[in-house]
């Protein structure tokens, strides 16, 4: 069953240093999102991306944040000057067609932020 | 917020026996998802519901929808013990492109 694959696994950095967390969404699939999850809390949408651009954003995703999709298969999140607070699971998600329908997720990097 | 809401935060069953879950809702949505959670991983998609929909069944999942009290139950039936995990319900306002998770539920089932 295909698959999204999200790299690292775990990713440590101290504070103030750029992050970057990749991902490898599903081939034929439109749409793409990246979420967190504080240790113990709920799952927080951060973003979505369809057609090169952003669909929709938190109010979490502030100047910190950005997307990419430098090609046909990679879409990155990029977090600039980290802060402790950013600490958290990352996962990637993907989905054939936008509006609700079915998210197929990553098995996400953990970030730490020292 | 539309973002749902379960209920309860954690159960606890022994193996064999029903576990049923609630989610409410807030705002008018296309669909309710339910997702599952091992402790970790990422979230593993189990059951959508389209707000025309009033019940749906998947093996030993069974989820109701009632759009009039903006809720949504999922039940499991004969749990077993690899049905230990976190258990979300998602939704989606109509328009949107944000699914949005509640806290979930802790399920724990005792072998």
């Known amino acids: 069953e295909p698959e999204v694959t999200q790299t690292p696994s775990h990713q440590v950095t101290q504070m103030g240093q750029e992050v970057i967390l990749r991902c490898v969404p599903i081939s034929n699939h439109l749409y793409f999102y990246w979420y967190r999850q504080i240790l113990g809390q709920k799952v927080e949408f951060l973003v979505s991306?369809?057609?090169?651009?952003?669909?929709?954003k938190s109010e979490i995703f502030d100047d910190q944040f950005s997307v990419e999709r430098p090609d046909g298969s990679n879409f990155t999140l990029k977090i600039r000057s980290t802060k402790l607070e950013d600490s958290a699971m990352y996962f990637c998600?993907?989905?054939?067609?936008?509006?609700?329908?079915?998210?197929?997720f990553g098995s996400g990097t953990q970030l730490s932020v020292l | 917020s539309q973002q749902g809401e379960e209920d309860p935060q954690a159960l606890s069953i022994q193996e064999g026996e029903n576990a049923t879950m609630n989610c409410s809702y807030k705002?008018?949505?296309?669909?309710l998802q339910w997702y599952r959670q091992n402790s970790g991983r990422g979230l593993v998609h189990l059951i959508l519901?389209?707000?025309?929909?009033r019940e749906k069944h998947s093996g030993r999942l069974r989820v109701t929808l009632d759009t009039s009290k903006k809720s949504s139950s999922l039940l499991i039936t004969a749990s077993r013990a690899a049905d230990t995990a976190s258990y979300f319900c998602?939704?989606?306002?109509?328009?949107?492109?944000?699914?949005?998770f509640g806290a979930g539920t802790r399920l724990f089932v005792k072998a």
């Open positions: 998602a939704t989606i306002n109509t328009g949107g492109f944000k699914t949005i």
């Open positions: 519901i389209r707000s025309n929909e």
């Open positions: 991306f369809y057609n090169n651009e952003i669909s929709e």
């Open positions: 705002t008018s949505i296309n669909n």
């Open positions: 998600a993907s989905s054939e067609s936008g509006q609700g329908e079915k998210l197929f």
